[in-house]
């Protein structure tokens, strides 16, 4: 079964030629960490495997392969395109042994496998098996001595910590092979001096890493996928549950298999004074993009990614979230505001110009489906997101106060501009146009020929959805035409910021008692010179993370920046 990788939308962005692109190497690879305690029982591995089978069953997406025909570059040919090909498992067995070859068992760190993950070679996924489930333990210090291996050290609770190491040492059997009936892992990590309970000492320390190319799906699926994984931990299930539930999906594969974005969202308008009205306003937002500000970008060797991280702790989130509240605006829009006084504290000039970052918006809220039953059957392993910026001043009123460099207040009132931008971004009637233009936009610059982004299904009555010609973006003139400008103005983006928000309402603890959640992350190979900002908060804590290409920036530079996020963090959310 061949599945088209659709394109605009539900693509990812910047896809490679695909003359040049090797079978080992997906662009955009994605991870989930999440670090737990759970008594060793509930993590054996034939107990993971089954788990792991069934949620590959719900998500066919994750068992497909990815092919590049010879002849893709250079073509407008629909069929010369990459695309994903799926054969359905024909039992059990066969489900069992796909979920084995996507399955290691490893005895790492968050550093190494984080290193391993970004930098290493071959990769962990490619175009044959475009996922990986890793259930790791870090071993004990001797351990680590006895393998050559140095000892990392992790983050304090509360602080920051630098996720980057040397080469890693994952223990995985060749080709992700099980071990009959064996334990997981000896465990190397103490309970701790807090956990001294009868329930506590019979748990230990694990990591599930998710990993997964960006365009089989956007970051609400990892998240998801591993809330379910556990759920599925959780509850007994056998073999012959399996099969059942594989012989329930006979000859209705189709109906698992996730659809195009573009086909589940809203129909375009479809008068002729609605299209034009939706144009303007497209227009009259691009008008508004202004961005002077760039990353000092300067490639000092090969790419290097890094993640650095930064964890509140429960009684400074709860202080953080209050204060929040009480400014009128949300965790979201306060990092906003603390990316752009963070880089703003950095600047010697170019004040003139504001400070523009961009951020993803998830369609999800506003898909239609065909029917409730269909939305519940359809796999959520899809990319659903389009794509606004947020601009902020670049200029910092300063102050004598020796404590502070900008008065609080600064802060707090960016954070009411980021979130009064984004309500009239999700409050407009024309969200959804701008999102299929956007992602018309980016399949344009991929190099793909212009594809229909009206409804799945044609209509030939006269007001139906406007040919693909119309639903493009009009030319660059047509702005002038509407709203003259003087001279022109950069629009440029300082970088991307990515916030989930609170993953409390994802993670619903209450499915898996025996398991308590610590904390999660996710990140994303970067290309040279590339950065990726993240927020969200976790089982009561607020965190912020930073993954970049050490050597893609001027020396320094990229450091003192999250150096300044975390003194505006400790000044002004925290009071320190």
Known sequence: M?????SGIS?????PNPKSRTPTSLPGARFLHLSFLAPPDLLAP?????????????HPLLL??????????????VLAEPVFRFAPPANAAELLAAARERLTFARCTKAEFVHRYMNGEPRSVGDRKICLLTIAQSPGPSALAEEGLPAVAAGGADGDSRREAGPSALAAPAGGSLPNRQPLLPSGVSPGASQQSEEHARKESYDLYLCAPHFSGDALPLHQ??????????????????????????GRWDERLPRSVEALLPPAPTSRLARAAAQVNYLQSQEREVGGHVLPRQQRGPMKTVLLERGFSRAETTAILALCKKERVSANHAVFALVDVAWANMLESGFDLPIMNYTALSLRPYLTYPSAEAEKNMSYWFVALTYFNIVLPSFLPRVTCAQHQFPESTLWERARSARDQIGRITRSRFLVHRARIMGAQRAERAGKARVPVGSAVPMESEDSPAPASQLLPPPSDALAAISPRKEAVPSKALMGISLMGNLDKVYLADQYPDIELLDVATASRQKAGGILFLAHTFAGRMWLHMAYDENGFAPGSMERFWEEVGKASDAVLIGK
Do not use: C, F, M
Not at 11 to 15: A, D, E
Not at 225 to 250: G, I
């Open 64 to 77: 497909s392969s990815v092919v590049v025909p010879d002849n893709a570059a250079g073509t407008d040919d």
């Open 225 to 250: 996928s591993a809330h379910d994984l556990l759920a599925l931990l959780a509850e007994p299930r056998s073999v012959a549950d399996l099969q059942h539930e594989l012989d329930q999906l006979a």
């Open 11 to 15: 693509s990812y962005s910047s896809p």
């Open 2 to 6: 061949r599945i088209p990788r659709h």
């Open 46 to 58: 034939e107990r993971v495997q089954l788990a792991w089978a069934t949620l590959l069953l719900r």
